[in-house]
């Protein structure tokens, strides 16, 4: 079953030089029996499920012995994961939206700080909540998204100007942007430096890119391991500052330095992630309907992190 699998050299360096950290615990078929399964999620708690799982599935996660990048490898077929990205629904865009609101303002206010001009793009732009807050602090925004149903949401929700197609496919003109923006984006792509090298092409001189992954070397992944809720199928790429800075400078990047933003996370948010920690989600998923006056009331109480807690995010220069 071998097809249902694809091997990478290490998306960074270009080499094939690794040690394994640690197998995988998916059998080769998995891969497809899962992938089938999560296709067929439709409802709203397959949604929610999709999304704040701690980390149960993983591949083979390998170490470049030359630059140190950590990858899963081999990885699920890309046309099969990218199919499944076009086909995600956005069932849990009610619950998160209100916290992912209130982070894009601090991740706004950051662009604010270093950008030279207005006329932003936003790469994986979801359902567009970032992109939200920066058409209203007065930036020219464009998102991309792969997933229809997101791309949708951010179009009729908050009426913005979204490409639902993958990045590769658009050819924008060189010189073109003064902002480019990768929120969690690069843990998922198969080949993250041919990315970076066409955001440097389309940027203009002295333009900005910030890129943000989450943090293998952060303290939650250094206690949690293999069980660290960002440790799953779908991140195939797992970065730490030194490595995010690395592929940053070999996309052509300059001055490029670490950062971090207030995050917020509701109640609801935490609570169900605890809850599926100690497997007891299941039978209290109810409480966390977003509908539901306890539900809203979860979802309005707010926890202030620093971003740096599990997250790396850097900032480049064109
Ligand atoms: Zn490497």
């Not at 079953?1 to 094939?16: A, H, I, V």
């Not at 935490?270 to 509908?291: I, S």
């Amino acid at each position: 079953m071998d097809s249902l699998l694809e091997y990478r050299n290490c998306p960074n360096c270009g080499q094939n030089d690794f040690e394994v950290l640690f197998e995988s615990n998916m059998k080769t078929d998995d891969f497809n029996v899962l992938f089938d399964y999560r296709m067929e999620g439709h409802d709203s708690q397959e949604g929610v499920e999709g999304y704040l799982v701690p980390g149960k599935e993983w591949g083979r996660h390998v170490k470049c012995k030359n630059c140190h990048l950590i990858y899963m490898n081999p990885m699920e077929k890309v046309s099969q994961t990218n199919e499944y990205y076009f086909k995600a629904k956005n069932t849990h865009a009610p619950t998160i939206r209100e916290s992912y609101l209130k982070t894009a303002e601090s991740q706004v206010r950051l662009i604010q700080k270093y950008a030279i001009g207005t006329n932003l793009l936003d790469i994986g732009c979801a359902q567009g909540f970032f992109l939200y807050n920066a058409s209203k602090a007065g930036y020219t925004t464009k998102g991309i998204e792969i997933s229809q149903d997101a791309a949708e949401y951010a179009i009729m929700e908050f009426g913005l100007d979204i490409e639902a197609k993958p990045f590769e496919e658009l050819r924008f003109p060189e010189n073109h942007f003064d902002v480019v923006t990768l929120w969690q984006v690069l843990e998922h792509v198969p080949y993250p430096l041919t990315v970076l090298k066409e955001v440097h092409r389309i940027l203009k001189p002295g333009g900005l890119l910030v890129a943000s992954t989450p943090d293998i070397a952060g303290i939650p992944a250094k206690i949690l391991r293999k069980r660290w809720w960002d440790i799953k199928r779908l991140h195939i790429n797992q970065f730490s500052t030194k490595t995010l800075t690395d592929i940053l400078q070999n996309g052509g990047f300059k001055n490029i330095s670490s950062v971090s933003y207030r995050g917020f996370v509701s109640l609801s948010i935490l609570l169900t992630m605890m809850l599926k920690y100690l497997d007891a989600y299941e039978r209290l998923k109810a409480l966390f309907n977003p509908d539901s006056i306890l539900g809203k009331t979860l979802n309005k109480i707010m926890l202030i992190y620093p971003s740096r807690l599990n997250h790396c995010v850097v900032l480049g220069f064109k």
